[in-house]
């Protein structure tokens, strides 16, 4: 059985996961993540060097790890926030040159294929919309009948919405509003199809901790579907800054306390739109996505 490596370099975290891999099976085997928060690292469209030397110093240590765990091959991409930066091109040759080792720069509508991909493989469900919320953007993204058919991309995502509209660690109602207004025309905008979708999917770290937060605050058993009802309930007593469920944030992931909010109101807009019910949580992404698209490529 062979070991892969792939590390996500996102807007919020930089992940790696080691898969062990033979011909019937991927399994996750190891994983390790490091919040650099590289979309606060950007001022006028440009990445910051400092941003681009704390990924470079967390890519030497994963590639170690990798090394030492004996990986047979390790992939590399990077999302929306070196994506979307006016230097992105600069950042990628320079990171490249010091780790010794190449990445891949994906598009929204790739990494919005991988999500697919993932949540097809652990859910078996073969038609559908998709949610992917990440640090710098969100795509929403239809399949059918096992097939990808086509995604819309919002540049921006929950750490993005936090940098951009947020002065301290919750918003006003003032920025609330901001926020708001910008995904109701993100919808306009892309032209999102105004239809029922009671059920979908969803991808990304915000939906998971938001999972994680509504199992323990109902004390149920995570069974990966998010109740719509009960995610608007939570939002409304973190808005309200309820002491148990900002106890509850605290615990579970102290470091998207500023994320959640701006996270939940994407979300929640996205599913008032297409009037959703419930939302299908996948706990694969991208990276075993892209380690499946990769595995393919080698046949």
Not at 102 to 119: N, T
Not at 158 to 182: C, G, H
Not at 199 to 225: C, F, H, P, Q
Not at 255 to 272: A, F, N, Q, V, Y
């Amino acid at each position: 059985m062979d070991k892969y490596g792939v590390v996500d370099i996102g807007s919020n975290t930089v992940r790696l996961e080691i898969y062990n891999v033979d011909e019937n099976f991927i399994e996750l085997f190891f994983k390790k993540k490091e919040f650099l928060g590289l979309a606060g690292y950007v001022e006028d469209g440009v990445m910051e060097r400092d941003g681009m030397l704390k990924t470079i110093e967390v890519l030497k240590d994963y590639i170690s790890i990798c090394q030492n765990i004996g990986t047979k091959d390790l992939y590399i991409f990077a999302t929306a926030a070196i994506r979307n930066a006016k230097n992105a091109l600069e950042i990628i040759d320079e990171v490249e040159k010091s780790i010794g080792h190449k990445i891949d720069l994906i598009s929204g509508e790739k990494e919005a294929e991988l999500g697919f991909r993932a949540v097809t493989d652990q859910f078996g469900i073969k038609s559908g919309l998709n949610i992917d919320i990440g640090g710098g953007s969100t795509e929403v993204s239809v399949y059918e009948n096992g097939t990808f058919q086509i995604s819309k991309s919002l540049t921006d995502g929950a750490l993005s919405f936090y940098s951009q509209y947020v002065e301290l660690i919750f918003p006003t109602k003032k920025e609330l509003a901001r926020m708001e207004q910008r995904v109701d025309q993100y919808i306009v905008d892309e032209r999102l199809a105004n239809i029922t979708q009671e059920k979908i999917t969803g991808v990304g770290g915000t939906i998971r901790m938001l999972n994680r937060l509504i199992a323990s605050y109902y004390g149920t058993d995570t069974e990966n579907i998010i109740k719509v009802k009960k995610l608007r309930k939570i939002y409304d007593l973190i808005l309200s800054k309820d002491k148990d469920v900002i106890k509850l944030i605290l615990r579970l992931a102290p470091e998207r306390i500023h994320l959640i909010i701006p996270g939940t109101l994407i979300l929640l807009k996205l599913c008032d739109h297409y009037n959703v019910k419930e939302i299908l949580v996948s706990e694969s992404g991208v990276r075993a996505g892209y380690l499946s698209m990769k595995l393919e490529d080698k046949k």
